[in-house]
T-cell receptor, first 116, second 111 residues
């Protein structure tokens, strides 16, 4: 399958710090990427749809000023958690839509964010 | 998007076939059935998908009932590495087609 790289895999930061997570499609172009978060023992929750060259579409209840998404190229989307607090600690996962491969979404390995 | 219902957990003996059921009684005509799995603390892995015909690939087989209201994922010879949470998702195949994850089935493959 296609490869989606997510970086960093783990980040520990102090409360009030902003954290940027990168999601790259390594061997294909993705005009659409998705961001999820997952709390322990729970399923993945879709946060937003990232569209190349335009504003992201956020799911209901997700603060767009808190979770800033930029999709500046066909292979890179970034999620910035602004002024992170302990309640933002979670597992963040991205996926990329591969149109030429039967529209399958491929996922990154995830980023474990711990805010102290 | 249509909802899916899966049993919360299942056990399977190593080397035997694992049959994971999924109900999607409100599926629409343009929605596909997708299966992903998530091994602990990793990103989900694509397994297989289909519209109405049965599908097979190197990982699994997907059997969809004629009325499309349910499906079964079959892992023909389960190994310990197949222990994971398996998600059945119905999705419109389009550029912005979202994957909405339910609770999935936690499959434990035992020696």
């Amino acid at each position: 399958g296609a490869v989606v790289s997510q970086h960093p895999s783990r980040v520990i930061c102090k409360s009030g710090t902003s954290v940027k997570i990168e999601c790259r499609s390594l061997d294909f172009q993705a005009t659409t990427m998705f961001w999820y978060r997952q709390f322990p023992k729970q399923s993945l929750m879709l946060m937003a749809t990232s569209n190349e060259g335009s504003k992201a579409t956020y799911e209901q209840g997700v603060e767009k000023d808190k979770f800033l998404i930029n999709h500046a190229s066909l292979t890179l989307s970034t999620l910035t958690v602004a002024s992170a607090h302990p309640e933002d600690s979670s597992f963040y996962i991205c996926s990329a839509h591969y149109r030429l491969a039967k529209n399958i979404q491929y996922f990154g390995a995830g980023t474990r964010l711990s805010v102290l | 998007d249509a909802k899916t219902t899966q049993p919360p957990s299942m056990d399977c003996a190593e080397g035997r076939a694992a049959n994971l059921p999924c109900n999607h009684s409100t599926i629409s005509g343009n929605e596909y059935v997708y299966w992903y799995r998530q091994i602990h603390s990793q990103g989900p892995q694509y397994i297989i998908h289909g519209l109405k015909n049965n599908e097979t690939n190197e990982m699994a087989s997907l059997i969809i009932t004629e009325d499309r209201k349910s499906s079964t994922l079959i892992l023909p010879h389960a190994t310990l590495r197949d222990t994971a949470v398996y998600y059945c998702i119905v999705r419109v195949v389009a550029e912005g087609g979202k994957l909405i994850f339910g609770q999935g089935t936690e499959l434990s493959v035992k020696p």
